[in-house]
């Protein structure tokens, strides 16, 4: 018997990180991936906090965590779309990575 688990990451499969529906794909730090990108939620995000915790935010997305190779920590600096970001915030739900970056500045 399946369990509601099976049903979710069969969605996030053939739904959400469907590239015809909400995702597109992405190149992060060489490796082409399928990502969400969430401007709603970093807006949220950053209008509950005041603004001060993800002031520097500027894209904060999903990625399934079947498709990054490595470890992305707080602090990272990360490439995406051929841009340097520094990674805010990292956390992982159901199978997703949910990260949030800024612009890195040297």
Known sequence: MRKLRDFLIHDLDNVFFNKDEFAEEVMIEGQLVTVIMDPELLAKKQLS?????LADAELLFYVQTSEISY?????DN??????SYNVHSVSEDEGMYVITVGRYRT
């Open 71 to 75: 470890q992305i920590d707080v602090g």
């Open 49 to 53: 906090s005041g603004g001060e915790a």
């Open 78 to 83: 990360i490439e995406i779309k051929e841009q």
